[in-house]
């Protein structure tokens, strides 16, 4: 017996078949196990971005502490030249216009670090930086700045 199969029957039935709720999912499937290729699902998906959400986490929290510890190391270190500047004017070495203003400088990213971190050991430059501005507006009078 022969079935005869006429053009507009299997169009419907291709058009059934591809209306059909996971036919595109049961295609990529049968596409994946042909092809030997692990299929993903949606909640690995979301297991691993939430891994790479932690870990974007852990890092933004890593960054945060480096910047605070580098933030503190500035200010340790201008603390030092502030100290060490005041030395040399105590001990009567002259300076040039330039590198007072660099320890100037140095004074108020000290004092701004310190008002802003109420917590960081202060109060171990008061008098130097008295003095150096001191000594600056002097310099400034007599025009005797390092030449």
């Not at 005869?4 to 596409?31: H, M, R, Y």
């Not at 790479?52 to 502490?65: A, V």
Request: net charge negative; aromatic share 8%; hydrophobic share 35%.
């Amino acid at each position: 017996m022969q079935v005869q199969i006429n053009e507009g029957a299997v169009l419907t039935i291709v058009l059934a078949c591809i209306a059909a709720p996971g036919f595109w999912d049961l295609l990529k499937s049968l596409f994946d196990k042909l092809l030997g290729r692990k299929r993903v699902t949606l909640e690995e998906i979301d297991e691993k971005l939430d891994g790479q959400r932690k870990d974007i986490d852990r890092l933004k929290d890593r960054f945060t502490e480096l910047e605070g510890a580098e933030a503190q190391e500035a200010a340790q270190g201008a603390r030092r030249r502030i100290l060490r500047f005041n030395d040399e004017l105590l001990r009567n070495i002259d300076h040039s216009k330039e590198y007072f203003d660099d320890v100037l400088e140095d004074i108020k990213t000290y004092e701004d670090y310190c008002h802003t971190h109420p917590s960081f050991e202060n109060g171990k430059t008061v008098m130097a930086d008295k003095n150096i501005k001191r000594c600056y507006e002097l310099c400034m009078e007599k025009q005797s700045f390092l030449k």
